[in-house]
């Protein structure tokens, strides 16, 4: 697409202040991404491939029959909301990648991730302002966060799911040539110090899946840039060895609770309400009210077929993380990708992200719809590095 300059970059200002607007702010920001309709205005000017079709036909139907079940229960002008931005956003995702380019998709991801990082340090700080010290309200709450200004309660593990954006850049600060600026990689790495930080002083065990998982992901995929790598690994060493057990994290991975199988017994009885009502869904609940996995989150309240298609999606997702793994020339935006995917998609396994993580599948598809788009362009240009 040929635009100018100075449009560009008007469209790129104002993209990136919705996306910290969206992630950031609570209900102002959360009404702007309508917005997005007179971005995606320009959808006439772009040819969809035929992934993306099915994609977002999927998305469609899901987000419709989701959101006709929701109003048919009572629900409020939310819905609106949850039936058109995971399509805006997809959409918004393939039309800023194919018009801008590499480097300001990369951006609008980190300014996303950003944007839920201060989210989670504000919220945290809201919380702790109004209950006191940590450990007071995790023992009288049950290990969770009050959202600033609505105080819309969050748990812990809910945060971290905010936080996997930043949390995955600290194995990415190593990837030797990672082509980011001196001042770029100086963020890349506060970031993920920043988040690690909050997710073991909120006593979230997927801190360590997330980012151990990333950090094994990328040495199969990319070379690592030892200078930095031993001084942060040993770094990393020193803390666990003299501080982390005194952390919340360190006494819940000692104690039973940090043994514990409830996720196991959600999910279980997750499987057994589906069970009994396989086609239309039920009003019965787990133990914990959800499953805490994406797909029995929304099998058990929705039924059979919303979850199928959200099954199709995530098939396609995993494709389309399969595709960046094994690509040829590696460069920020796509070793980026694979982190991020796979932070989220940790998330997706242990959270109801449809019910309690919306921002975060807002996000997911996002970055989907900017990872069909780069692939899209690679067909078009083969053996270029885009």
């Not at 200004?149 to 040539?177: C, D, R």
Request: proline share 2%.
């Amino acid at each position: 697409m040929n635009i100018s300059k100075t449009q560009a970059n008007y469209d790129i200002i104002i993209l990136n202040l919705i996306m910290i607007c969206f992630f950031l702010i609570p209900v102002v920001g959360e009404i702007l991404p309508f917005l997005f309709l007179f971005f995606i205005y320009s959808i006439k000017k772009y040819k969809l491939n035929a992934v993306m079709v099915l994609y977002i036909i999927i998305l469609i139907f899901f987000s419709l029959y989701v959101s006709v079940v929701d109003i048919i229960k009572g629900a409020g002008i939310e819905v609106f909301g949850k039936l058109l931005y995971p399509i805006l956003f997809f959409l918004v995702g393939v039309i800023f990648y194919d018009k801008y380019g590499r480097e300001a998709s990369a951006n609008l991801k980190l300014n996303c991730s950003l944007s839920l990082l201060f989210f989670c340090i504000l919220s945290m700080i809201h919380t702790l302002w109004n209950y006191g010290s940590y450990s007071d309200f995790t023992v009288n709450n049950g290990r969770v966060i009050y959202e600033f200004i609505t105080n819309v309660k969050y748990s812990n593990t809910a945060i971290n799911g905010f936080l996997s954006g930043s949390m995955v850049l600290f194995p990415l600060f190593m990837v030797k040539n990672n082509g980011l600026s001196k001042s770029k990689n100086f963020i890349v790495l506060l970031m993920g110090i920043i988040s690690i930080y909050i997710g073991i002083t909120l006593g979230n065990r997927s801190t360590f899946i997330m980012v151990f998982g990333v950090f094994i992901l990328l040495i199969f995929i990319c070379k690592f840039d030892w200078m930095k790598f031993i001084p942060l690994v040993a770094l990393v060493a020193i803390y666990y060895l003299i501080f982390f057990n005194e952390t919340i994290l360190g006494k819940r991975m000692e104690s039973d609770d940090g043994l514990d199988n409830s996720r196991l017994r959600n999910w279980i009885e997750g499987f057994e309400i589906i069970k009994q009502n396989f086609l239309i869904g039920s009003d019965l609940r787990t133990s914990d009210v959800f499953a805490h996995n994406f797909i029995l989150d929304i099998a058990i309240p929705y039924g059979f077929f919303p979850a199928l298609l959200l099954f199709l999606m995530l098939l396609l997702g995993l494709g389309l993380f399969t595709k960046f793994i094994f690509l040829r020339k590696k460069n920020f935006f796509s070793v980026y990708f694979v982190a991020l995917f796979f932070g989220i998609f940790v998330i997706f396994l242990i959270e109801p992200v449809y019910q309690g993580l919306f921002k975060l599948y807002c996000f997911y598809s996002l970055i989907i719809g900017m990872g069909f788009s780069y692939f899209s362009k690679l067909d078009k240009r083969k053996n270029c590095d885009i």
